[in-house]
């Protein structure tokens, strides 16, 4: 799913309004009637006390179509106006008439702090003050209010986006933006929903509908996308019948030391699993036992040193290599790894020590190949880049060193975030299970393994997060998050590609009617 910038919303709701031949009053009738339906459907009618908080823009424009509608079918509706300044929007007035025409309960004006009326815990707040309009830090007694939102531990929902949030801009002061358990966003989702900083400001989010010009949503090329199933199953690449091993590569992970020849299973296992031809581990004397015995689908070639890597030295030809993972940053790893990188024609995942040994000595970045994978997670990212003072410069200096060296960087999160060429793609699966031992080296396998099959090292990074993140959700089924090991990840790659086919549940009455 496309995640559009500011400049792309506003002039999609300028160019729908155009094409669709309609107002921007009838766009925000559109807006604010889609989330009168989703309150309506979860509602039925209940009386409790909705307190719907209207700011002076197009945002509290929606929240007073919401106002009127939940009035006109009876609900328990005390709508309030937050006059932060005296710039109303025009479609915020013509729906300011509307309600005041529609019942005798005007919306009640709040100018300062000093009358902030009583919510109840059970109570829902609608907060429509700000909307991707937000430009500047909120005044006082507006913020005074958003604690206000906070501390009556009512239900929150938020329109389009949780006021005080920038959609653009990393926040400034936390308690000037309204914390919300549900957003409702139009059109696209929020960057802000997914970065780490931000992502707490709303529990849940849903986008709804109104019904942009599609030309416009379809053709829109935006630097952000969110990855889902939908947006990985058409770079699938199906087998054929008379598929062998030979057609689906060789994988070479270079990686260990003594006490770390788990990282390399891990990471052979992983490549294996996500269909690999063949995988060979390259790994120091002291893991070869070890290796041959927990994991006998893999080959196994020896360094000369007993404990660690010293002369990266193969007679095979993979098809792509995995470099670091348990690896360290002994001197002479380092060393063999320069001359390896001299030479190296084959793409490239980089993971783990293998990073740091970057991060060290970074004039070796300039021997990376071309499209080469760097899967680095927040510490080993800033010794790459430097520190960062918030996520959008993160982003930004991501962006910037992914550009300069041309690389495919896979920022590791809860929201891995996987960049290239300026853009970047943000994933919606896994969950803090993946917070374990080894659970980086299986990411590291799984994309190799896809590398190996023939996906380019873009494609193969975006499904490769994407499966480890949904392996991941299908193993904690079981396990929960506490006790999920890096192996039940690999133990269910297979679900998780299975699950790509999977067709959606139906629904009961549907299935109902197809029986009778
Ligand atoms: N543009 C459209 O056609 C549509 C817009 N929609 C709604 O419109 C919203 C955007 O509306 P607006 O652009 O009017 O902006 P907002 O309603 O977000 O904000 C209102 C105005 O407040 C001012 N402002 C910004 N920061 C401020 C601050 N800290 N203190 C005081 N004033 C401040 C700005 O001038 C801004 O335009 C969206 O988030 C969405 O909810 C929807 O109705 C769908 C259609
Ligand atoms: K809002």
Same mark, same amino acid.
Request: hydrophobic content about 40%.
């Given at each position: 799913?496309?995640?559009?910038?500011?400049?792309?919303i506003?002039?999609?709701?300028?160019?729908?309004a155009?094409?669709?031949?309609?107002s921007?009053?009838?766009?925000?009738?559109?807006?604010?009637? /889609?989330?009168?339906?989703?309150m309506?459907?979860?509602? /039925?009618?209940? /009386?409790?006390?909705?307190h719907?908080?209207?700011?002076?823009?197009?945002n509290?424009g929606?929240g007073?179509?919401?106002?009127?509608?939940?009035?006109?079918?009876?609900?328990?509706?005390?709508?309030?106006?937050?006059?932060?300044?005296?710039?109303?929007?025009?479609? *915020?007035?013509i729906?300011?008439?509307?309600?005041?025409?529609?019942?005798?309960?005007?919306p009640?004006l709040?100018?300062?702090a000093?009358?902030?009326?009583e919510i109840?815990?059970?109570?829902?707040?609608?907060?429509?003050?700000f909307?991707?309009?937000?430009?500047?830090?909120?005044?006082?007694?507006?913020?005074?209010?958003?604690m206000?939102?906070?501390?009556?531990?009512?239900?929150t929902?938020?329109?389009?986006?949780?006021?005080?949030l920038?959609?653009?801009?990393p926040v400034?002061?936390?308690?000037?933006?309204v914390?919300?358990?549900?957003?409702l966003?139009f059109?696209?989702p929020k960057?802000?929903?997914f970065l780490?900083?931000?992502?707490?400001y709303?529990?849940?989010?849903e986008?709804?509908?109104?019904?942009?010009?599609?030309?416009?949503?379809?053709t829109?090329q935006?630097?952000?996308?969110?990855?889902?199933k939908?947006?990985?199953?058409?770079?699938?690449?199906?087998?054929?019948?008379?598929?062998?091993?030979?057609?689906?590569?060789?994988?070479?992970i270079i990686?260990?030391?003594?006490?770390?020849?788990?990282a390399?299973t891990?990471?052979?296992?992983?490549?294996l699993?996500?269909?690999?031809?063949?995988?060979?581990?390259f790994?120091?004397?002291?893991?070869y /036992?070890?290796?041959?015995?927990?994991?006998?689908?893999a080959?196994?070639?020896?360094?000369?040193?007993? @404990?660690?890597?010293?002369?990266?030295n193969?007679d095979?030809?993979?098809?792509?290599?995995?470099?670091?993972?348990?690896?360290?940053?002994?001197?002479e790893?380092?060393?063999? *790894?320069?001359?390896?990188?001299?030479?190296n024609?084959?793409p490239?995942?980089?993971?783990?020590?293998?990073?740091?040994?970057l991060?060290e000595?970074?004039?070796?970045?300039?021997l990376?190949p071309?499209?080469?994978?760097l @899967?680095?997670h927040?510490?080993?990212l800033?010794r790459?880049?430097g520190?960062?003072?918030?996520? *959008?410069?993160k982003?930004?200096?991501?962006?910037?060193f992914?550009e300069?060296?041309?690389i495919?960087?896979v920022?590791?999160?809860?929201?891995?975030?996987t960049? *290239?060429?300026?853009?970047q793609f943000?994933?919606?699966?896994?969950n803090?299970?993946?917070?374990?031992?080894?659970?980086?080296?299986?990411?590291?396998?799984?994309?190799?393994?896809l590398?190996?099959?023939?996906?380019?090292?873009?494609?193969?990074?975006?499904?490769?997060?994407?499966l480890?993140?949904?392996?991941?959700?299908i193993?904690?089924?079981?396990s929960?998050?506490?006790s999920?090991?890096?192996?039940?990840?690999?133990?269910?790659?297979?679900?998780a590609?299975?699950?790509?086919?999977a067709?959606p549940?139906q629904?009961?009455?549907?299935?109902?009617?197809?029986?009778?």
């Amino acid at each position: 799913m496309k995640i559009f910038s500011k400049a792309q919303i506003y002039e999609g709701d300028r160019l729908t309004a155009e094409r669709q031949n309609i107002s921007s009053t009838d766009l925000m009738e559109r807006a604010g009637t /889609q989330i009168f339906n989703w309150m309506h459907a979860r509602m /039925q009618g209940a /009386q409790v006390p909705i307190h719907i908080f209207c700011g002076i823009g197009n945002n509290g424009g929606d929240g007073l179509v919401l106002a009127r509608h939940l009035v006109l079918d009876g609900y328990n509706v005390k709508t309030y106006i937050i006059n932060y300044s005296d710039k109303r929007s025009k479609d *915020f007035l013509i729906n300011y008439d509307r309600i005041k025409n529609t019942t005798k309960d005007w919306p009640v004006l709040l100018s300062d702090a000093e009358e902030l009326p009583e919510i109840h815990p059970n109570d829902i707040i609608v907060d429509a003050v700000f909307g991707i309009g937000l430009n500047r830090p909120v005044v006082n007694w507006v913020k005074t209010l958003f604690m206000h939102f906070k501390a009556s531990k009512a239900f929150t929902l938020s329109i389009d986006i949780p006021s005080g949030l920038f959609v653009d801009k990393p926040v400034e002061d936390e308690d000037a933006v309204v914390y919300a358990g549900f957003t409702l966003s139009f059109a696209s989702p929020k960057l802000v929903f997914f970065l780490p900083e931000t992502a707490k400001y709303t529990v849940q989010w849903e986008i709804l509908d109104i019904g942009l010009d599609q030309e416009y949503t379809f053709t829109t090329q935006t630097e952000t996308e969110l990855i889902s199933k939908y947006e990985v199953l058409p770079n699938y690449r199906p087998r054929d019948k008379f598929s062998h091993k030979g057609q689906f590569g060789h994988s070479l992970i270079i990686g260990g030391s003594y006490g770390k020849i788990g990282a390399v299973t891990l990471a052979s296992k992983a490549a294996l699993s996500t269909g690999a031809g063949l995988v060979t581990a390259f790994i120091p004397k002291c893991g070869y /036992q070890i290796l041959q015995t927990a994991f006998p689908e893999a080959m196994v070639i020896t360094d000369d040193s007993e @404990t660690t890597i010293t002369n990266i030295n193969f007679d095979i030809e993979p098809t792509v290599i995995a470099f670091g993972v348990g690896i360290g940053k002994h001197v002479e790893t380092v060393k063999t *790894f320069e001359a390896f990188l001299k030479t190296n024609k084959a793409p490239l995942v980089i993971d783990a020590d293998g990073l740091n040994i970057l991060a060290e000595n970074k004039g070796l970045l300039k021997l990376l190949p071309p499209e080469c994978v760097l @899967t680095p997670h927040p510490k080993e990212l800033e010794r790459l880049i430097g520190a960062w003072a918030n996520d *959008f410069e993160k982003l930004d200096k991501a962006k910037a060193f992914a550009e300069k060296y041309k690389i495919v960087l896979v920022i590791k999160g809860a929201n891995t975030i996987t960049i *290239f060429n300026n853009k970047q793609f943000v994933n919606t699966t896994g969950n803090p299970g993946l917070a374990t031992a080894g659970s980086g080296d299986v990411l590291t396998g799984i994309i190799t393994g896809l590398i190996s099959q023939g996906y380019h090292t873009l494609s193969a990074a975006i499904f490769g997060v994407y499966l480890h993140g949904k392996a991941a959700d299908i193993a904690v089924e079981d396990s929960g998050y506490e006790s999920l090991l890096a192996t039940h990840v690999i133990e269910n790659i297979g679900k998780a590609i299975v699950d790509l086919f999977a067709q959606p549940e139906q629904h009961e009455a549907a299935q109902q009617s197809q029986e009778n």
